[in-house]
């Protein structure tokens, strides 16, 4: 199979070149949200495509929609399990309609570093997650990291009580708007591709994201400045239906997974450069950045991490404190 550049038709919709797919070549199609490059997903995804175009020629062809010009991630998971696409990749944080179990990912200031991530999500109570929503009809196939999300606005702020009064953007789940209510913020869930729009004409003042994701969508062109609390993971889920992954024969399911995992391992390795070049990127173009003290961050953790209390008996306190072990 060989694969064309896609093109981006007028008005925003997408005419893929056609995928020269060979009959018989399972088509797969990834959707996703992001940049395809200079992202850690979008990184991730084109290599994906390389490695089975390549690997898999005349029994699998990949094609990747990047930047939401297939679908946004309010549609991709039902597209999912219409069958219109094969793989996607949403952040944990939107899959609350299918499990509870990702909120523990959401807690702010658990995971220390993205050692800890990596080192929770490995573990035997992370993996077994990605079987928890086939009842639902998704299989969860492998986490993949971005980083930990920064604090923009269009007003400065280093500390908690500047967040006071501020419309924040938010991806839809009740973890992250709970930490907003402890700010005394108020959130505003919104699709990502909105966002930008949003920002710039006021409909919201602020959001958080990575700084991948912050330089990629030139959030930091519409906003005061980037403050660098690294207090909330932003990561993903590779998921597929049920449906498309039983049709596959097993041979199949261990060719795709065995390519998947290395191209796991080898990206979320990469993507916490990916991020230190995205903010140097931001300072480069004349961002601000606004790094805290010691006793800054400190503030910072004392406002959200009551928020842990709200969800303890749902994600389990037994959990908690496995993530919270890691970190020591
Ligand atoms: C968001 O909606 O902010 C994130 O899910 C974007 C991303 O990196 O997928």
Known sequence: ATTTVLSIAAIGSVQADPTRCDPGEEVIKFSHIVNTDRHPK??????LRERVNAEMDGIACMEVYGSSTLYNDDQVLEAMLQGDVQLAAPSLSKFEAFTKQFRIFDLPFLFANMEAVDEFQSSDVAQAMKSGMEH?????????????????????????????????????????????????????????PEVYGALQTGVVDGQQNTYSNIYGQKFFEVQDGVTETNHLLLDYMVVTSVDWWDSM????????????????????????????????????????VRELTAEQRQMWVDAMQPVWKQFEAEIGAENIQAAQEINT
């Open 42 to 47: 979008g990184i991730a995804a084109e290599l």
């Open 136 to 192: 639902r009809g998704l299989v969860g196939l492998e986490f993949w990291h971005n980083g930990m999300k920064q604090i923009t606005a269009n007003a400065p702020v280093l500390v908690p009580e500047d967040m006071a009064g501020l419309k924040m953007r938010v991806q839809s789940a009740d973890v992250i708007i709970a930490q907003m209510d402890a700010l005394g913020a108020s959130s505003q869930p919104m699709a990502f």
């Open 249 to 288: 024969t097993p041979e199949f399911r261990e060719q795709f997974s065995t390519i998947l995992a290395e191209v796991t391992e080898a990206r979320n390795g990469e993507a916490e450069r990916v991020n230190q070049e995205a903010k140097q990127a931001i300072l480069d173009a004349g961002g601000i």
